[in-house]
């Protein structure tokens, strides 16, 4: 597939980190609206999903650090349209390192627009999450309050995610 | 400068027949009794009162013939036998006649001086009419050339030196006669006189002989230069010389005189043009191994030790203060030492004190001239260095040299610019980059090569960095480089100038050897093992001299230069395996195939020796240092033969020779080579900015062609590849060599040489798009083509493509393309 090859080529070289989210923002966000949709799904799956050896997924590890302000609120917000596009597929992982990557983006991109829009996709799917496993357990025969007590210790564990999404 | 020696003879000759006439005339045109009382007419005067007494002394005496009659007739009175009186026959006594005939003699000599003299002056006159009544130079020069070959055919000159050695032995016989006149008169004052002329004809001899053997002795003369000739033709003509008088001239000798140079000698060391100065002896054969011992006095070509030339540098400095324009010739004695070492001072107090003064002299702009400040640049590099070195000084000479601009970056520098960068990479205000980077650009000129030689034959000593020092370039890494810098900025000289072709100072030649020496000494003991002021030997000198500054050297270099030890040393150097940068390497092994290439040309024998030294080229990468110095035409060909180690046979047309270029290179790209594919960048480009009707022949290329081998001794075809038939629409647009259908099936492995092309192509996408309209007429992005780059993992050519595809697909285009 072309698309992960192009991720790929787009976060292979540290150096082009820059260059790359400026080609997005100059040259894909203006034409995405009249790109068909299931290109622009499957590009979000890549840019999304796809991780480096360490799991880093590819859009974090394109990284914000040279971009000025301006263009960090542009890419947060094209961000916000990929995420909104897959967040259907979004898993327990994907959610948790989505927030915790926000919560270490600097000052000056918070409580902004696109950063609100993808805490608030964050927030939603993740309690989308948690109520279909609950719903799932209530389902379950053996409903009670220890069983309470243990899906709540679980939900804490770092393996959770993993585990619910399973 | 003619006229100025016509007139220093012709004064004095003239004054020398002026002196000759006032001595004699006094004798011939007035009263001998005022001559007596007159204090100039010595010799006359005494001559004359002599003559008086003289004469009467060959005639009969009439009062001695009356004395006789009358002492006759008492005697007859007295005694009437006696007989009548008969005279007695006249005799001249033998020492009357001997003084008489001496004094004569003398006289006569006198009166012959007399009228040589008014001679003289009277050819000299008509010499001097002859000649000056011509008012158009040439012809001047013509008449007076041949007026003074006449008179040194008659020997005028040896006639005017004849003039005081008649006086001089007109003296001598009047004094024998003196002595004979005395000695049988008083016999004490005879001897008291002898006593007196014997010292006074010592005296003479002595003084005489002593500038027989001294050139410099003050008591010079006619007559001792006769001798001194008379002396010189014996040796010419091998006639033993007794051991005796050897050793007694060299005992009485005062100055340790040099050899009577030749004419051929007295003539080199009379032209004041620098060209006529030998190369530098290296310091481990003769001169500068002079110094060191405190025993020997160091000899310059012309024979003065440094403290006599700091004596005339002082004594000419007193006067120049009064008269300015003495000035250049104050500079070209300051400027001495730079030419000959043997003339260096000793200490370095003297000279400097020597330059402050010359300061102060040249503080006036109008007199501080360039070349002045050039001379002083020299001196001043020989003289000190950074920690003696006199900022004072140094800060104003660079104020008059000036530097280079910031926007002249790729245009020649003049020799003041040189000057200035050396003169600050010397005293380590600069580290050396600024200064090859000069020399890279540098204006050709014969004064610049001769700059050049001297700094490649003092180079071992000028590139030595203190490591310490705040101002060593640490990128530079280890001092190696800097030699490589250095010589590769001399050597880019050589070959972006074609610098052998025009002048005989081999530069070329030059480089091979220091790098060598270096090279040799850095492997065994360092540098410094180069203990001398010079790397050159001594038997570079040849017969033939140029008009060049510091050297003397001849025509027959390049034959040194392909002597099979100098192309063993370039096989060598071609081979260094150096951890250098990869810059200074590239550009070092291109100069110097380029430089070989240049002098290859002019002579047939070399042709092969230079092929065979192209096998040991190894050049990959095509970044340079000073690319900007190069021609594109000539810089396309010595890439040709460096990337592809093919020799190049030398074209006289430029447009031929790259159509010949380029017809190789694509020969030769089978498989792509990075370096062949931007040489022939450079080829095509450049042949289209001079002449684009010219690449009709690659226009006329048809689909899949087969190239023939540009070797005309070798019939070989081989099929061009569809990557260089892309690359060359690419170059040669609009004509699309590569089908459209191969363009589809070309296959991307990512190899440099693709990403090459697909960046050039993509750059090409690019400038016609900047074009604007113009762009849809001439071109429009294959998408077949783009589709291939999109697939890319270099991270340009991948986005590049997919921008180009973005801007220009219709939405069904890109979804049917799979992206």
């Known amino acids: ?166 | 400068m003619a006229a100025v020696e016509d007139n220093i003879r012709e004064v004095e000759w003239r004054d020398l027949a002026d002196t000759v006439l006032v001595f004699v005339c006094m004798d011939t045109l007035h009263d001998i009794w005022l001559l007596i009382w007159s204090q100039d007419g010595l010799f006359a005067a005494f001559l004359s009162a002599f003559l008086i007494f003289l004469i009467p002394q060959l005639q009969p005496s009439s009062t001695d013939v009356a004395m006789d009659v009358l002492i006759h007739i008492s005697q007859q009175l007295s005694n009437s036998t006696t007989p009548a009186f008969e005279p007695t026959a006249f005799q001249v006594s033998p020492s009357a006649a001997a003084v008489n005939m001496l004094f004569f003699l003398s006289l006569a000599l006198v009166l012959i001086d007399a009228f040589l003299a008014m001679l003289v002056k009277g050819w000299l006159q008509e010499f001097d009419r002859g000649w000056r009544r011509y008012t158009v130079a040439h012809l001047r020069a013509q008449e007076r050339e041949r007026r003074l070959q006449e008179l040194e055919r008659w020997k005028l000159g040896e006639l005017v030196g004849l003039l005081p050695i008649l006086i001089q032995g007109s003296l001598f016989l009047f004094c024998i006669g003196l002595l004979v006149l005395i000695f049988p008169s008083h016999l004490p004052s005879a001897i008291l006189c002898s006593l007196m002329f014997l010292s006074v004809v010592g005296f003479y001899v002595f003084t005489t002989y002593v500038s027989i053997v001294n050139d410099y002795a003050p008591f010079s003369s006619p007559v001792s230069r006769l001798f001194a000739r008379g002396l010189a033709m014996l040796q010419t003509w091998h006639i033993p010389i007794p051991q005796t008088v050897r050793r007694i001239a060299s005992a009485i000798s005062f100055h340790n005189r040099p050899p009577i140079p030749s004419q051929k000698q007295q003539a080199d060391a009379d032209t004041p043009d620098e060209a006529m100065q030998p190369l530098p002896s290296n310091s481990r054969t003769t001169d500068v191994a002079q110094p060191h011992n405190p025993d020997a006095v160091p000899r310059s070509r012309s024979g003065i030790n440094p403290q006599t030339h700091v004596r005339v540098l002082e004594r000419l400095v007193t006067v120049t203060e009064e008269a300015v324009e003495n000035i250049p010739i104050f500079l070209e004695l300051l400027d001495q030492p730079v030419k000959d070492p043997a003339l260096r001072p000793y200490t370095m107090e003297k000279w400097n004190e020597l330059l402050h003064i010359t300061f102060r002299l040249l503080s006036d702009q109008s007199t501080f001239s360039v070349s002045a400040a050039w001379t002083l640049a020299r001196t001043m590099m020989i003289c000190y260095n950074y920690d003696t070195a006199d900022q004072q000084l140094y800060l104003t000479l660079q104020n008059h040299l000036g530097s280079r601009g910031a926007g002249d970056e790729k245009s020649r520098m003049p020799l003041n610019v040189l000057f200035s960068a050396y003169l600050s990479f010397w005293l380590r205000q600069s580290d050396g980059r600024d200064l090859c980077r000069t020399i890279a650009f540098l204006e050709p000129s014969d004064a610049a090569d001769g700059e050049l030689l001297w700094m490649v034959n003092t180079s071992h000593r000028t590139m030595r960095f203190d490591q310490d020092r705040f101002l060593y370039c640490p990128e530079l890494g280890e001092t190696v480089d800097m030699y490589i810098l250095f010589f590769t900025a001399v050597l880019t000289y050589v070959s972006s100038t074609e610098q052998s072709r025009r002048s005989s100072i081999p530069l070329t030649f030059a480089v091979i050897y220091a790098l060598r020496a270096i090279r040799s000494a850095i492997d065994q003991r360092g540098i410094n093992s180069i203990d001398g002021l010079y790397i050159f030997p001594v038997t570079v000198s040849t017969p033939g001299p140029v008009p060049m500054t510091f050297c003397r050297v001849d025509g027959t270099d390049a034959m040194a230069l392909w002597s099979q030890d100098c192309i063993q040393s370039v096989k060598d150097l071609l081979q260094w395996d150096l951890t250098t940068s990869v810059e200074i390497l590239t550009d070092f092994r291109l100069s110097l195939i380029a430089a070989l290439y240049i002098d290859s040309t002019k002579q047939a024998h070399a042709r092969s020796h230079f092929a065979g030294l192209l096998n040991y080229t190894n050049i990959t990468d095509l970044t340079f240092l000073y690319p900007g110095a190069y021609d594109d035409s000539k810089l396309a060909i010595y890439l040709y033969m460096a990337v592809f180690r093919k020799p190049f046979e030398y074209v006289h047309d430029p447009l031929a020779a790259l159509e010949r270029v380029i017809r190789g290179i694509i020969y030769e790209l089978s498989p792509l080579q990075l370096s062949g594919l931007h040489v022939l960048d450079i080829a095509v480009k450049h042949l289209h900015k001079i002449s684009a009707p010219s690449l009709d022949w690659l226009k006329t290329l048809p689909p899949y062609p087969l190239l023939s081998s540009p070797d005309p001794t070798v019939f070989a075809l081989r099929l061009v590849g569809d990557w260089i038939l892309l690359h060359l629409d690419t170059l040669i647009a609009p004509k699309p060599y590569l089908l459209l259908e191969k363009v589809e099936k070309l296959e991307w492995s990512d190899i440099p040489e693709e990403v090459y092309i697909a960046n050039a192509r993509l750059d090409l996408y690019d400038s016609l798009a900047d074009i604007g309209h113009e762009a849809d007429k001439v071109s429009k992005p294959d998408t077949g083509l783009l589709k291939v780059f999109l697939w890319s993992k270099d991270h340009g050519v991948c986005t590049r493509a997919f921008k180009w595809c973005l801007d220009l697909f219709p939405i069904s285009h890109l979804v049917h393309l799979e992206m």
């Open chain 1, 1 to 166: 597939m072309w698309v992960e090859h192009f991720i790929q080529v787009l976060c292979a070289d540290y150096w082009s980190f820059y260059s790359s989210w400026k080609l997005l923002l100059s040259a894909l966000v203006p034409k995405w609206t009249v790109l068909p949709s299931s290109w622009c799904r499957d590009f979000a799956s890549a840019l999304i999903f796809s991780t480096d050896i360490h799991g880093v997924p590819a859009y974090q590890f394109l990284g914000y650090r040279y971009l000025s302000l301006d263009e960090r609120q542009a890419s947060l917000s094209f961000l916000a349209t990929l995420l909104e596009l897959i967040k259907s597929r979004l898993t327990w992982v994907n959610l948790t390192s989505l927030e915790n990557w926000l919560a270490e983006l600097s000052e000056g991109l918070e409580n902004q627009g696109a950063h609100t829009q993808i805490q608030h996709i964050q927030a939603t799917m993740k309690q989308q999450l948690v109520d279909e496993t609950l719903g799932f357990f209530t389902e379950l025969p053996m409903e009670n309050e220890w069983l309470e007590e243990s899906l709540e210790f679980f939900a804490e564990l770092p393996m959770a995610g993993e585990w619910m999404g399973e």
